[in-house]
């Protein structure tokens, strides 16, 4: 069982950063892959970021050049640097562990807006 804690959502200015972070309960070297997903009011949830656990880092076309996805293994958490919001970035944001089972947390809400 793998437990996921979001955090670092809040209101910003269009043009402004924010940094989510999401706290794992195990070793990020045990997961395949972590990510990063957001669902807006009415619409599906999309995949924003993803990384394997030796691989490279993906973004999806709406948020490249904007957000960057790191980690910290000392702290077994993953963070989502965004910059350069736009209101259409507006949703609630998740954390997902992908272990052979898919794990998320209970996500984060980030509003954009002046």
């Known amino acids: 069982q793998v437990q996921l804690v979001e955090s670092g959502g809040g209101l910003v200015q269009p043009g402004g950063s924010l940094k989510l972070s999401c706290e794992v309960s195990t070793s990020i070297f045990s997961i395949y892959a972590m990510a990063w997903y957001r669902q807006a009011p009415g619409k599906q949830r999309e995949l924003v970021a993803t990384a394997a656990r030796y691989g490279s880092t993906h973004y999806a076309d709406s948020v490249k050049g904007r957000f960057t996805m790191s980690r910290d293994i000392t702290k077994n958490t993953v963070y989502l640097h965004m910059n350069s919001l736009k209101p259409e970035d507006t949703a609630v944001y998740y954390c997902?562990?992908?272990?052979?089972?898919?794990?998320w947390g209970q996500g984060t809400q980030v509003t954009v807006s002046s």
């Open positions: 997902n562990a992908n272990q052979s089972v898919s794990y």
